[in-house]
């Protein structure tokens, strides 16, 4: 079972992925930096090394009862996408072998409201 529909990142209802995150943490998955350009065009490695430097898009998996208790509002809820620090987390590999990050809710740098 995946955790997505599809490529473009919807979690599907009711996955497990084996953790759940406890007090002020989210669980993410980090989306896959691509390997070719929309043209087709393959990435060399250091090219994909500089990218794997900045910030990370990750889709928000699950959401800890205590993240954002000092916020009037949480900042991102379930299946939303977020930047995150390269080095932010813990890294967990979830029961489907995907790799997945538990970080602070602190450590959410932005919401994309579109793909960019």
């Not at 390269?86 to 740098?109: E, H, P, Q």
Request: net charge negative.
């Amino acid at each position: 079972m995946s955790i997505f529909h599809d490529t473009d990142y919807t979690i599907t209802p009711a996955y497990n992925p084996g953790i759940r995150p406890v007090g002020p943490r989210l669980l993410i998955y980090p989306i896959p930096i691509e390997e070719r350009t929309e043209g087709g065009i393959i990435l060399p490695e250091s090219s994909r090394d500089r990218e794997a430097l900045r910030q990370i898009k990750a889709i928000v998996v699950d959401v800890g009862p205590e993240a954002w208790q000092d916020s009037k509002a949480p900042w991102a809820v379930c299946c939303h996408k977020v930047l995150i620090s390269k080095y932010a987390g813990y890294l967990f590999k979830g029961l489907d072998g995907k790799d997945y990050r538990i970080i602070n809710d602190i450590d959410v740098t932005a919401i994309i409201e579109e793909d960019s």
